[in-house]
């Protein structure tokens, strides 16, 4: 049962360009989800969350939109990089389960130059 | 600098042996995680612990065993039964706070069966 679904396996964007990455659960419980960017060989970083209560969540040059009503959330980057070229995994924490969280397939991004 | 340590990088293990991946964490957080990557399925929780000498199974436990003896370490051990161990491994670790907990990882161990 795959509660949280990245159904682009990649993406390619042109470096300056807006990045959108996609988003879908199932499961109503979530009540933060979460955006970890990971390169190859390495640990997955954090990058931005945002809580349930709320649709739209921004830092800088990323920002997360939340639609509950769909059971979707984005990614947005812009403008794009080639430093963001990494694999983008989304993840949703359910206040009932402690701090487990779980994950989607991830989204591999190309930024081309 | 603080930060999570996973030892060995690579390993190579033979059919039939237990092999145990190493996690230390100097960051004095309460809760340690084990994940394992498979390409096109993600992260995958194996187990999880929020307190010295207690820890939870996580969605795909079997074939592996784990003990939270010391606050800063997590070793898991993957064991003959876990029948396709091939993977990348990735350990981490969160306060146990209100909110968005936010993980810290690794940088993974990579373990090929032979």
């Known amino acids: 049962d795959q509660q949280v679904k990245q159904n682009s396996p990649s993406l390619s964007v042109q470096e300056g360009r807006i990045s959108i990455l996609n988003c879908d659960y199932t499961?109503?419980?979530?009540?933060?989800f979460l955006w970890y960017k990971k390169y190859p060989a390495e640990g997955p970083t954090f990058l931005i969350s945002i809580s349930s209560i709320k649709d739209k969540n921004e830092d800088g040059r990323f920002t997360v939109f939340l639609n509950k009503s769909a059971k979707h959330l984005s990614l947005h980057i812009v403008p794009s990089q080639p430093g963001d070229s990494a694999v983008y995994f989304c993840?949703?924490?359910?206040?009932?389960?402690?701090?487990?969280?779980?994950f989607g397939t991830g989204t591999r991004l190309a930024v081309r130059p | 600098d603080g930060g999570i340590t996973q030892s060995p990088k690579y390993l190579f293990r033979k059919e039939g042996q237990n092999v145990t991946l190493s996690c230390e964490q100097n960051l004095n957080h309460d809760a340690m995680y084990w994940y394992r990557q498979d390409p096109g399925q993600g992260l995958r929780l194996i187990y999880y612990s929020q307190i010295v000498n207690d820890f939870q199974k996580g969605d795909i436990a079997e074939g592996y065993s784990v003990s939270r003896e010391k606050k800063e370490s997590f070793p898991l051990t993957v064991t003959s039964a876990q029948k396709n161990p091939t993977a990348f491994y990735l350990c981490?670790?969160?306060?146990?706070?209100?909110?968005?907990?936010?993980?810290?990882f690794g940088a993974g161990s990579r373990l090929t069966v032979l």
């Open positions: 499961n109503s419980m979530f009540d933060y």
């Open positions: 981490a670790s969160s306060t146990m706070s209100s909110g968005a907990n936010v993980l810290t």
């Open positions: 993840a949703g924490k359910k206040k009932s389960s402690g701090d487990k969280l779980t």
